[in-house]
């Protein structure tokens, strides 16, 4: 619980109203009753603020409620996710090893980490300190984990690996894993062993069973800030830059490098050896086949421009009709020319 | 092991021939040998009879085969799967809490119920009569899940979320990981914690290695009976039917409802925010990029009708030819129009 | 270490230059240093010679680069991978089973295999000689490994199921998991119990978080040498033959049958029933709906040949304009049409 002035500066904004009101919780707008705070950052939702039952209201600057506690602030979504923290996320609380997790014994454990019953940690892993290892966390020998970092159940870090300070894996994640190498050697495949590594630079975030293969030589980069939803994969050697976005079930092919504040939808695809610029959007099951040029909104396989291809899209059902049509078009044609040649 | 006629009476059908006959096992038509029954629901499939060397049939009414032994009833593959359950699959024996199972003093877990080695229950876990955590599988705190449950190994059930009866969890399930939300904040993303919760209801079933995250507020909600498979992503606060089939690979984005009896193809999506009725068929690689309303068979990306898409599709590949016959037609035009100017 | 002339040895290969040089480590051609070997194999980066700090190159025959030490034989990436093998992956040490792991006591476990902390292994279950099952692998009743297999951490075997020699399992592969089979009764769905069981032939490979469903009747069967990447769905009774790829988040629906050699691109999929021939490529996204036959290359959905795909995705974002200009073309067909009526 906390007064709707403590949150106000919490954020950096003002108080419209009644300043030592006691917000207990956050809830959405159509849910939200006495005591909870709930925002609105989008302007066509301004219209349900009247009916709205929340105690306060987080709106952006200009917003006019008569009647209602506002706290007014430039960001008002973003203000909301740190009130939520604020008021809704426990503080960890560090326990140390605790009984039935298995520790190699050169592996250092920060005191004020939490390894789970099911972990194993292997020779020469370091955790740092606030980091949490939930149940069936498997770190193999020579993996670091920095600070603060929380690693969910089931979560595999292989061999060397490196995670930064803050790093968040969701549960069943794999770092790590061999890259997908083969030499064709006649009829069958020789496995090229993958012998580089995973680095995971600070705050990236990675969604359940989404995997990041290691190197075959040298890295696979993940760079600060970088979140990656579920079931995506990160083949071996990509370079994935500073605060991207990959929704879910997206996937990068081996060996490309991706620049900085790129965001790719769901199911999208890069294929390998490629190289993508800053500030690239791909749209939902986009695919990128060649290089990428920076700050472009692309979509569709091959990429095209986002509203070509909903144009494109768009015509796609016609194609049949326009088929036909043509085939018309043809007759018409060869009758006028018939009549032409007669005349 | 049963007489023929003990199957007939559990699958509500009538025996033509030797009521009496011993039937071992169930096997597919073109190897069911003596002793075996099996079935017959496809009509195409009906000239295989006559060589058929299993000791008794299941067919729909109307069937005539001499000299064959029959099971005689409406729904001959519904009857197939129930006569498989009963003949093959063994009860399953409950053990109680095995040694090496790590379960919190304030969990309950019913006596007549399984808990594997490698289990890991946290604080205010309930585990109901009948249920089976197969080795590995972790829930975290306040976890309830229902009677008669099979949590297979290695699936996690994170903090707070509901399982009703009769859940099935294929092995590395993962549900109520954070949904992917995040507020931009400048250059980088301030994580929006997910404080909210999954709920599963009755006899849903989740595939392997499949996720479903939990809500920002509120929850994310399968409904009774909704069978998923491997591979599938349901992003945070979507509401999903009763009695919906969701392909392997396919996904729906974040909030998006979707109605009773929906079958989804492999690979298809559902954009985020989007209503989908009642009796939706998606097909495979399908992508929902607005709302779509009950009772319609769709594929491509964009939606449209089946057919129509297998018509725009199999128009693809002639594009190249078209647009070059095109051009051909506009010299012709060229050519009559110039011919008639000068006319 | 080695010898310049034990490594050529190793790949049956000829030294020119320097045969005794000693040899540490493999690099790519950009990073390598002074004591590493580096390879060229495709012939573009030839150029890349004169400039490399590289102790020894391999090289395939013909290739002229006078002071540069080299190996030349017929296979230059084969042979890096083979050398690479040589001098940087350590031998395993087998640990027999360790503490903290929990073998059922009708489990035959080979003493010169290693059993990490967090295993679970049901009855009957047999462990070969030179295998390693890293933390948390759980081997359900009857499963039955192989001799010199990698079950990496979190991967789940379920009951019956049977992997030859030197199979590879990267985390968190699920083998065994119930397909996805239901039978409609009236509103809701009857589970088809899925009694068969998993086949893993000898060298095959399966990347994490993938999944391969065990059969509904009889077996799914991965043939020898198969190679399959990250987030992969084989479903029921699959029957994948040798020496094939599947690259990352690819599927294949129930009952297909895929023949010898094939290589189907990331996100490819292939329908259920069907069967598809031997030498069969299918590009990245690809979809098969009907059978294939040997020998071709194809990408689309449907699929086309590969050039033929190439050339209509090319079309693809000239549809509008396309449809543009053939309402202009209706114009002046009408214009003429009237002008030639009037005449």
Chains 1, 2, 3 share one sequence.
């Not at 301004?46 to 506690?69: H, R």
């Not at 959007?281 to 290089?291: Q, S």
């Not at 768009?314 to 049949?320: G, I």
Request: aromatic share 4%; hydrophobic share 40%.
């Amino acid at each position: 619980m906390a007064k709707l002035k403590q949150l106000a500066e919490l954020v950096g904004g003002d108080v419209i109203g009644d300043a030592d009101l006691d917000i207990c919780r956050v809830a959405p707008i159509d849910q939200a009753q006495s005591g909870d705070i709930t925002f609105v950052s989008n302007p066509k939702y301004l219209g349900m603020l009247s009916a709205c039952k929340a105690s306060a209201v987080i709106v952006a600057p200009g917003v006019d409620a008569p009647g209602v506690n506002l706290i007014v602030c430039n960001n008002p979504y973003l203000a909301f996710a740190r009130i939520l923290t604020f008021l809704q996320v426990p503080e960890r609380v560090m326990r140390g090893v605790m009984a039935g997790a298995s520790v190699a014994e050169s592996a250092v454990v920060d005191k004020a980490a939490t390894v789970y019953p099911g972990c194993v940690l292997g020779e020469n892993v370091s955790v740092g300190s606030g980091t949490t290892l939930y149940p069936g966390v498997v770190l193999y020998d020579d993996v670091s984990v920095g600070n603060d970092c929380i690693l969910h159940a089931q979560s595999v870090v292989r061999e060397g690996c490196q995670l930064g300070d803050r790093v968040i894996l969701q549960p069943a994640v794999v770092i790590g894993s061999d890259g997908f190498g083969f030499a064709p050697d006649g009829q069958s495949y020789y496995k090229i062993p993958q012998v580089g590594i995973v680095v995971l630079e600070d705050d990236v975030e990675i969604g359940s069973n989404s995997c990041v293969d290691r190197a075959a030589l040298g890295e696979t980069r993940v760079r600060r800030g970088t979140k990656i939803d579920n079931l995506v994969q990160i083949a071996h050697n990509v370079d994935l830059g500073e605060d991207c976005i990959l929704v879910s079930q997206s996937g990068i092919a081996g060996s490309s490098k991706i620049g900085n504040h790129c965001t790719f939808g769901g199911q999208a695809a890069i294929a390998g050896h490629l190289t993508v610029g800053d500030n690239v959007m791909i749209g939902a099951r986009g695919g990128a086949t060649n290089d990428v040029e920076s700050n472009q909104i692309l979509s569709g396989l091959p990429l095209m421009p986002h509203k070509q291809w909903l144009r494109a899209t768009m015509t796609l059902p016609k194609l049949p009709e326009m088929r036909k049509e043509m085939k018309q078009m043809q007759k018409r044609l060869e009758e006028l020319e018939t009549l032409l040649k007669e005349k």
